[in-house]
């Protein structure tokens, strides 16, 4: 069995945004050699996310206004207990439970094997700062 992992690295300027990885990841794939095994993505950050769904703007428009009613961006420590240690960043990691930290995406005959439409997508929560994303591919 053959294992490769590589991290892609992200420094998003905006607080809350989605990038789609699936390029990336379909890359690492191809150089690790793996003709047939699994890929799991998944963000090294708590306030970051890894999903899989649709690259269509409006549905992204639609996660952000839905997450920021769930758990809007309050740097005040009167909504969130967490901003009382000094952080304000409570709603990214509550926007982070939701999405979800990784995704495994199954490899068949070198190439990842998606359903209709889906793509892999980074997860921001709280930019502006250098993350991680790790990209592990198992199989043979």
Known sequence: ?????????????????FVNITPQVEAVVRKSG????????NAMHITASVFINDDEAGLHEDYKKWLEGLAPFDPSPQRYQHNRTGEDNADAHLKRQIMGREVVVAITKGRLDFGPWEQIFYGEFDGRRPKRVLVKVIGD
């Open 1 to 17: 069995m053959k294992s490769h992992t590589e991290y892609l690295l992200f420094n998003l300027p905006e607080r809350m945004a």
């Open 34 to 41: 793996v003709q047939e095994g699994l890929v799991l993505v």
